[in-house]
């Protein structure tokens, strides 16, 4: 009982913090900035059919939650959205400074899907739609801004919409479940822009569908890794001719963008290094691990940030992590927290990788950034700035700026890197293709441990002031402060 209730004080001080501290306000004041002018039209409205069934009796849609969507007061449905897409051409070279100019060229016609996730009870709605480009990078769609951000989406009522956008997703969707898709047909990546533009236009114009009636007030765009370098591309070339979207959140980018077109259409590269364009009219939101930092080379490409762009670096984090095994079976009960704190004590293993993964902070922070893009679109307050990780640029190769435990410096701290349990890093795993996105997590000994933290009070109070700093810094939402907290008083670490 003792226990319990210094507990109970702990996240008392803690949401107290988050709502009192001057840096809270500050990154909660409005900032009020000149719109650039737009001339971007509506994107072309396509047609709606559906709800999707027959075949296997479920969409084909991987690394998604694996919990029963009702148990938490959503449902999951699917669309086919048809109609013609436009590859696009620039109509000059496409600038280092992101500021390019392009025209619709050929034209296809095209079917592919959208698996829509939203509340069940429409009262819960929130009114925002985050549509996802989902993720190919595995030859199949999958879901990962789903998975790492669904516990933030459920709780506020977001609707979430997973759009086919690229040929190998919705090839590889129609290959597993021909019956269920037969209908299923896609030009190519280059069409992938224009496809993307209108799944969110069919939000807006075809909601009595796609959202059984539900009234969307905004649409935001959401991709990670893959996704991003299209969403970088879209950002610079697409979105200044069609107004589809109303904010962006682009979630661990590489230092360039995806092609403009490409095979069979003319090969359009981006160039080497692309900037977000600051002359936007919609906010954009970049959240970067260590891997993307130094890894992908987004390094070359880091931004100041602007009226209409932030750029959130995060400690300890890597471009894929332990929660993509973790998510899919967290229900937003608070239980995960504890599986997520003891991943740093015993961290996962992938096969054909050398080292065990990285299971940092990441997916907290994107609830956050989440919650953030959606006020800056819907009220003006941008999220809070957040300080670079720290690279040492003086030798022949960028190198982070480490602190005695081997973590880096600088960034978004979180209680993880703050205090920590592992030395996390985005950087150094070897073995199979894939493996050096994951990062890894080396434990602390025992002995080490111990002599951080000698009692379980004291590691309590250490990580609950961490968890505290970082929520009243903006950078973690209430709810996930209570489950990191939950989690260090429910752990063994001092005991």
Known sequence: MHMKLRWVKAVRRCLAL??????????????ATAQPPSTATTAAAPTVTG?????????????????????????????????????????????????????????????????????????????????????????????????????ELIREGFAWVGVSAQAAGANATKAADPVR?????????????DIYSQAGQAVRDSAATV??????????????????????????????????????????????????????????P???????????????????????????????????????????????????DAYLSIGPRDDGSGAAGLQNLNALLTPPTRTGCASPVNAGPAHYVLDTAQYALNRWATTGIPPARAPRLQVDTSGPTPAFVLDTHGNVEGGIRTPQVDTPLATLSGLGQSGGAACFLFGTTTPFSAEKLAALYPTHTEFVTR???????STAAGFIRPADAIELIRAARDSDIGA
Request: glycine share 8%; no cysteine.
């Open 51 to 151: 709800p999707v069934t027959g075949g296997n009796g479920s969409p084909v849609l991987y690394g998604t939650t694996a919990f029963d969507l009702g148990t938490v007061g959503y449902t999951q449905s699917e669309y086919l959205v048809s109609g013609t897409a436009a590859a696009y051409a620039p109509e000059a070279p496409l600038t280092p400074d992101g500021r390019w100019q392009v025209a619709p060229a050929s034209t296809a016609p095209y079917t592919t899907r959208v698996v829509v996730n939203r509340p069940a009870d429409p009262a819960r709605f929130n009114g925002t739609v985050v549509v996802e480009w989902l993720n190919v990078t595995a030859g199949v769609d999958a879901a990962p801004e789903w998975i790492y951000t669904h516990n």
């Open 211 to 268: 959202l059984d009636g539900l009234r969307p007030r905004t649409v935001l765009a959401n991709g990670e890794s893959q996704s991003a370098f299209r969403l970088t591309t879209y950002i610079n070339a697409v979105h200044p001719l069609v107004s589809v979207y109303d904010g962006f959140l682009v979630h661990s980018r590489s230092g360039t963008g995806a092609p403009l077109s490409q095979a069979p259409q003319p090969n359009v």
């Open 463 to 469: 990580w609950t002031t961490s968890t505290a700093r």
């Open 270 to 320: 981006t160039p080497s290094v692309v900037p977000l364009r600051t002359d936007l009219d919609a906010p954009v939101l970049v959240v970067q691990a260590e891997t993307d930092v130094l890894a992908l080379g987004s390094l070359a490409a880091r931004q100041d940030d602007t009226p209409r762009l932030r750029l959130w670096e995060v400690a300890g984090t890597s471009h894929a």
């Open 181 to 193: 898709y037969t209908a299923m047909s896609h030009p190519g990546d280059s069409y992938s822009y």
């Open 18 to 31: 988050a709502a009192s501290t001057p840096l809270f306000l500050l990154a909660a004041t409005p900032t």
